[in-house]
């Protein structure tokens, strides 16, 4: 109420102000003021002729630095202040988001993953899933040894958004997977395919790119450990180093105003 009343007597004080001065007055967001003539104003600048210029230049003011012009005639406008995407998408970011991982299409993976936003937005949790669609007609006739594809993968990823959502949101934090592939172990052309399966934990630090409300990119790179069972002998486990990249384009919906 107090800012109100502030205001009304802010816009009081002006406008017996300009009735005094034949002129318009262009009052600044930083409290400067400018005395002229305003010619334009449009949805994204403002542009006048200043009142002690001789040579009647004129100049041109981002309407996002104005505050309220009055004019000569008595009348004012209040410029209003539209909230960049950046402080829309803090404010509601769009709780669910499906991504398809375009660079597991070189592996001949389909890649799809649906991740839901805590509502503080700084909690993820992403579950992908994919699907290997490897030549397997090449592999049953050739059997190249040690050629593998995948079958199957799925796991959950718990992201940690430290500045929560916007145009930009850094994340980080665990990686659990699993999967099964194809595997000819044997240095024998007739051996039997054998299907493996493997688990993987990374830790995963990537970004999440908002290119619009809808469209978002998004990359990761991660560091972990992949345990699979030994394509020889099934009772025996393998343990490796492994590092996971992705990159993909998602579609983002849920917003609190649709």
Known sequence: MKAIISFLVFVGMVLLYNGAHAQDVIYMNDGRKIEGKVTKVDDNIVKY????DPNNYEKTLGKINVSIILYENGTHEVMKREETLAKKLKKDFG?????????????LNVSFAYEYFSKSGK???RVPLSLGFKNTWAEERFQVIGQHGRIFAT?????YYPA??????YFLGPSFGYSTIRYYPQENYYSPMKFVEQYALHFVQGVVLQMGKRVALSG??????????SPVNDWEWKQTQSITLRGSIGYRFGYTKE
């Open 95 to 107: 709780r669910h988001l499906i991504n398809w991982d375009g660079l597991d299409i070189f592996a």
């Open 155 to 159: 796991g959950i990823d718990i992201n």
């Open 49 to 52: 002729i200043k009142a002690d």
């Open 220 to 229: 990761a790179v991660g560091i972990g450990i992949l345990q699979k069972h």
């Open 123 to 125: 909690i993820g949790v």
């Open 164 to 169: 929560g959502q916007g145009t930009g949101a």
